[in-house]
């Protein structure tokens, strides 16, 4: 069955700091990868996703991707974070046809002002 | 464009009852897949459908079940709740599955 790593249950970071959350998938085929995020009290929100070329994908709101098809991973990155970036982030990889999307368990970030 | 919309947005029923949710997809879109979301198991598929087909689904037990009519429209439907099925329902849209997934905001069901 595949299954979707995420490392971090919980972050804490500063305003400014840089952020990487890492996760890794099991599928070995060909793999559509996204990152959706949820914001307190919102809905599942598509940050960035990956289907195939550039392995650097770049989202919204400056958040930015590389999938390492290498290392099963597809770690979701972001130079400078801030307070309105407080939400749940998760990993999803999905087999590109009828199966659904593999969460991962998502993710709390809360940046500190 | 209007977004996913589910209905309704909370629900509480007794153990034993059943429920039917529903979802709207975005115009166009005519995949609908269902997930649930809880804190212990975090998001999981339950299934999806195409054009009326269910294609796939998750490891749930039978009561959990679902339909897609003609306009893309689509209810899951749980029989004989249980306590363990509270939950926050989410459907998704997509406009052939697999390639990017907008989500509704959910239905909140709480079994009492």
Known sequence: AQSV???????ILSEAASLELGCNYSYGGTVNLFWYVQY????????????????????????EAEFIKSKFSFNLRKPSVQWSDTAEYFCAEGGGGADGLTFGK???????? | KAGVTQTPRYLIKTRGQQVTLSCSPISGHRSVSWYQQTPGQGLQFLFEYFSETQRNKGNFPGRFSGRQFSNSRSEM??????????????????????HGYTFGSGTRLTVV
């Open chain 1, 40 to 63: 307190p009290g919102q809905h599942l929100q598509l940050l960035l996703k990956y289907f195939s070329g550039d392995p650097l994908v770049k989202g919204i709101k400056g958040f």
């Open chain 1, 5 to 11: 790593s995420q490392h971090n249950h919980h972050v």
């Open chain 2, 77 to 98: 439907n749980v029989s004989t709740l249980e306590l363990g099925d509270s939950a926050l329902y989410l459907c998704a849209s997509s406009l052939v599955g697999g």
């Open chain 1, 106 to 113: 998502g993710t709390h970030l809360i940046i500190q002002p």
